[in-house]
Each structure stands twice: as C-alpha cells, then as structure tokens.
C-alpha cells in the first residue's frame, strides 16, 4: 500500500501535514468517543483523544495509506486507548455529583422544548443495543466512516461490521415501530453520507 503526500509529509515530520490530518479527523475523532460512554468520567473524552493523537505521532511509520485510510488506523488507536482507560478506571470508578452530567468546555447546550424526547429515546435505545452494534452505528451513521475504515476502528472484518449495523437498525426500527409515543420528526436521521459499501 502506498502512502499519499500528506501522509508522507506527516512521517517526514511536516507540520502543516499533521495539521490536515488533525482537521480532516480530529473532531469526528472526539464526537467517537463522547459516543463511547467511558466508566469513569474522571477521564474525560478529551483526554482519550489527547493520547491518541500523542501515540499516532509516535506509530505513523508503521501506518501505509492515504489520509481517508488514517481515520481508522487513528480510530483503531482511539479504541484501544479507551479500553486501557476503562480498564484502569475501573479501579477508581468515579460519577457525576448528584446525578447530574458533567459540562464539558465548549458543549452547546440543547433546546430541551425541541429535542429531549427524542434525544431520551435515542439514548436509552442505543443504550439497549449490544456495545459492537452501538459503536458500529456510532462509526458509519454518527461519525461517517466507511466499512472498512470502520472495521479498522473496531478490530472487525468488513463482513462483520456489515452484519453488525444491519442487526442494530432492524432492532433500532423495531422498536420504534413499537414505540408510538415517539414523533417520526423526532426518530433518529439517517446518515447524510452515502457510502455503497453499506448498503
């Protein structure tokens, strides 16, 4: 596999190819691992992400491909990244004060007249999901990565990664079939990016 020039510029030590990387996947990258739900919320996202990008930099010469193919070879990192933070916080298991989230710096608050049903909804169902069905969705509907960029990110095959996220939307659209009290307006969208690989 041969790498592009920006990759090849980012291994040279190119800090303006670093910075491409960085904007094309930096805040899917974060949006991926908010989605994670970590244990311990000592250990905020941001900090998964930190590291991720601090072990990338010391493992791009191991990585061949084009700066589409680093998004989950960097995702593939994210997971494992937060796996040994779970793993370790799962010693100081900590929780938000009184039940109550986190602010996260920089989090725009949501219009609860206009969402909070179906943000309720959409939680506790993907919540209900099986963890490689909901980080599959979290990757191909949330994040827009494709099937293989996707089964990089998870450790999977691309058959897999398929099967995983036809399971996850029939239960997903079941539930909602049984769940009337639900606005269709307020049901989750469908990813904007198209991919053929998915279908």
């Not at 979290?138 to 399971?167: K, P, Y």
């Amino acid at each position: 596999m041969t790498d592009d020039q920006t990759v090849s510029a980012a291994k040279a030590g190119d800090t303006d190819a670093w910075h491409a990387l960085y904007v094309a996947h930096a805040g899917r990258l974060l949006l991926w691992l908010r989605a994670r739900q970590p244990v311990d919320c000592a250990v905020s996202a941001d900090d998964v992400a930190s590291e991720t990008w601090l072990v990338a930099a010391r493992r791009v010469h191991h990585f061949h491909g084009t700066s589409d193919q680093f998004a989950g070879w960097l995702f593939g990192i994210g997971r494992k990244v937060s796996a040994n933070q779970s793993r370790r916080g799962a010693l100081r298991v900590t929780a938000a004060l009184d039940g109550h989230e986190v602010e996260e710096p920089g989090r725009v608050p949501i219009d609860p007249q206009e969402a909070v049903s179906g943000l309720d909804w959409v939680r506790s169902e993907l919540a209900r999901l099986p963890r490689r069905e909901r980080d599959v969705l979290a990757c191909t509907e949330v994040i827009g990565l494709d099937v293989a960029a996707t089964a990089h990110a998870l450790g999977m095959t691309s058959v897999a990664v398929r099967v995983s996220r036809h399971r996850a939307l029939k239960r997903l659209r079941a539930r909602l079939v049984a769940a009337p009290d639900v606005e269709p307006h307020r049901a989750p969208a469908p990813t904007p990016r198209y991919s053929p690989e998915l279908s």
